[in-house]
């Protein structure tokens, strides 16, 4: 008689585990967690990329968090970097990225039975490669004057001042550029420094006394 009663007991146990895994997963698929954003609406920059995106969950499924998860590795979580929103349709703005560089986002949910993600996408910030860009060159707060710079994929640049056409290099390590001018048939090789920063590049000149900005003119991805 005790067995028949303990194996009773067992059954209902099993029986209720059962059923609140199940009442579980119909709560989790009560959130759907959607990524708007597509190749064709994509909004990107040098070291931003917008990321639209949906929730749409059941009056009754409370949802604590939501945003967008993302990294240089597939299948973000909320474990990697995450933007919080509060409308349920919303954009967020994804900063400080790296030019020229892959990631992988997806939209998340969270409510307390867990996590939702929608599905995965990557999409890539702008490279220098095949730009033009329009340097402003400050001297002194009066003086100023622009140049053509053109970034070629192959490494090599040419700096263009309706005055001269000169040739040099160029790198990019993270976001820090580096070009060099090769002046060696007029004065010396100049190395100018910069920083991308969204559609701009902010940098001094080698001795320090000139300041610089950048915009591009025509950008070739």
């Not at 710079?149 to 001042?161: E, H, P």
């Not at 390590?173 to 090769?182: H, Q």
């Amino acid at each position: 008689m005790k067995t028949y009663f303990l194996k009773t007991i067992a059954i209902v146990a099993v029986l209720f585990f059962s059923s609140s895994c199940d009442d579980d997963d119909d709560i989790q698929s009560d959130i759907l967690a959607i990524i708007d954003t597509t190749v064709e609406n994509l909004e990107a920059t040098y070291t931003t990329i917008n990321i639209s995106g949906t929730v749409l969950s059941d009056e009754y499924i409370e949802v604590t968090s939501k945003g967008v998860c993302w990294s240089t590795s597939p299948n973000p979580t909320i474990e990697d970097t995450i933007t919080t929103e509060i409308d349920d349709v919303f954009t967020s703005t994804i900063s400080n990225l790296t030019a020229n560089t892959t990631y992988y986002f997806r939209v998340y949910a969270v409510n307390d039975v867990g996590v939702t993600y929608s599905e995965e996408l990557s999409f890539n910030t702008l490279s220098l490669e095949d730009s033009i860009w329009d340097f402003e060159i400050f001297v002194d707060d009066i003086t100023s004057w622009n140049a053509s710079v053109t970034f070629n994929a192959d490494g090599t640049t040419v700096f263009d001042d309706a005055t001269n056409v000169v040739y040099g290099s160029w790198l990019l390590e993270g976001n820090v550029l580096t070009f060099n001018i090769d002046t060696s048939g007029l004065v010396y090789t100049y190395s100018v420094e910069g920083t991308l920063f969204e559609q701009t590049i902010n940098g001094v000149w080698e001795d320090g006394i000139m300041n610089w900005i950048a915009t591009p003119q025509i950008v070739e991805n």
